[in-house]
């Protein structure tokens, strides 16, 4: 791993680290989870606490931190809330802010060798000079097509990317253990949920699909592998916007109306149903565009993820024009819950919470 002058583990693919609070700063966001595990050697998880706070509309721009303040009060408020010790959080950056690239290297190489090979490996593959990104890597195996070779993942960021959000926590008190991708942190919290289906979905291809502010991400897997990621830019804040445009409302009333209710009686047929149905448009359409880049010709579940996966007759309306089976996320359902957790409100938060709970999870070794 190259860290250059950074000072936090840039730790993509290391599962093991000092216990966390996992925190998922999206675009309209921050979410903090906290698990424990029930028992010393268990895998049975327990969620401790959780917490959401709404960020100022001018936070964030395209996942990128632009009102550093404004995210560290947020963070603040946050953790606050969480009523916890713990200050050491594992952090996500947007899978457009991470490059990856799988390589083939000899095998049985020392570590300084290997280290040294794939910054040689990346300088090749990164759109930067090697000094403005921080690097991680991975050894996969042996390599399908020669015994003397393993594959290995790299993966890198801009350095400023990274530390945006390392200053946003410290500014809130916090301390940055890991740094680690949002889709590979959906899909650690994923592995908690494929077995609401056969044999824990086996063979079959599964789609989490991930709603949020303003865009979709879409995550293929078969047999734990991801086998397809793509961002659609569609999101939560098409509905802000419709509801502003059709009530008269303020961006900021429009957002709030959305969260707490409130709106007249004609929003549902008006405004909310069609945005199920666009929204169920841009999954198929999503779907179309993984069957035409890969080998697969079928998705067997989909799961629906994000702010907008609680929306009454969401999972309905995706089923109705994918004719696909849809469920809505909730990594948290096989979980024990602590005594300062409201259920009923977690099962309404679960599907937002997807990236934080992943997140938390670094804490533990799932092996």
Request: negative net charge; charged residues 25%; contains cysteine.
């Amino acid at each position: 791993m190259f860290k250059g002058n950074f000072d936090i583990n840039l730790d993509f693919f290391k599962k093991k680290s000092p216990a966390l609070i996992g925190v998922d700063v999206s675009s309209s966001s921050v979410k903090m989870v906290e698990l424990s595990l029930v028992g010393k050697g268990t895998e049975v998880y327990r969620i401790e606490q959780y917490s959401i706070e709404f960020l100022p509309a001018d936070a964030m721009l395209d996942g990128g931190i632009v009102n550093l303040d404004a995210v560290g009060d947020c963070i603040s408020r946050a953790w606050s809330r969480m009523a916890t010790r713990q200050k050491n959080v594992a952090l996500a950056v947007p899978a457009a802010d991470v490059v990856t690239k799988k390589i083939k290297v000899l095998a049985g190489l020392r570590e300084d060798d290997l280290a040294f090979q794939v910054e040689s490996e990346a300088s090749q593959y990164i759109p930067f000079a090697l000094d403005e990104v921080d690097l991680d890597f991975q050894v996969l195996g042996t390599a399908d097509d020669n015994s003397e070779e393993v594959e290995v993942i790299i993966a890198a960021s801009r350095k400023d990317k990274v530390e945006d959000r390392v200053a946003a926590a410290l500014s809130a008190g916090l301390k940055t253990i890991v740094m680690d991708v949002e889709p590979y942190a959906a899909q650690s919290a994923f592995e908690l949920i494929k077995n609401q289906v056969p044999n824990g979905g086996k063979d079959q291809v599964l789609a989490l699909v991930d709603i949020g502010s303003n865009a979709m991400n879409i995550n293929v897997f078969h047999n734990d592998e991801s086998v397809y990621m793509r961002d659609q830019p569609f999101g939560g804040d098409q509905l802000t916007q419709e509801i502003h445009n059709q009530f008269n409302l303020s961006l900021e009333e429009s957002e709030l109306a959305k969260r707490r209710g409130g709106l007249p009686e004609n929003y549902q047929a008006d405004v909310l149903q069609p945005f199920c149905e666009t929204l169920a448009i841009e999954v198929m359409r999503a779907i179309q565009f993984f069957y035409t880049s890969t080998q697969y010709t079928e998705v067997n579940y989909i799961f629906i993820a994000g702010g907008c996966a609680v929306i009454p007759g969401l999972d309905e309306t995706i089923r109705s024009r994918t004719q696909i089976s849809t469920l809505i996320v909730n990594p948290f359902s096989s979980m024990e819950h602590s005594s300062r957790i409201n259920p009923k409100q977690l099962n309404s938060d679960a599907p937002s919470l997807l990236i934080a709970c992943g997140l938390a999870m670094r804490s533990f070794d799932p092996s």
